[in-house]
């Protein structure tokens, strides 16, 4: 009964996460169709410790590798 269970929670979350990446995609795909930019915040650390924040366009190939184009 308790493998029944583990396997059915595994498949509750995986259904989850199939869910939250359909719509992570559909808003992106509404965003780009009205015009807005993708873009991706990286954290640049320097050797002396600070770090910097910025803006960088993704790769095109993988922007329609997440698309699913």
């Known amino acids: 009964m308790s493998r029944e ?3 059915s929670r595994k498949e ?3 259904a989850a996460e199939r869910r939250t990446r359909v719509t992570r995609s559909e808003r ?12 991706t ?5 320097l050797p002396d410790g600070r770090r ?5 366009r993704p790769d095109p190939e ?3 590798e997440l698309m699913g184009r």
């Open 5 to 7: 269970r583990k396997v």
């Open 12 to 14: 509750k979350r995986r």
């Open 28 to 39: 992106i795909q509404d965003g780009l169709e009205s015009g807005l930019r993708l873009m």
């Open 41 to 45: 915040l990286r954290t640049i650390q």
């Open 52 to 56: 910097i924040q910025v803006l960088v």
């Open 62 to 64: 993988v922007v329609s």
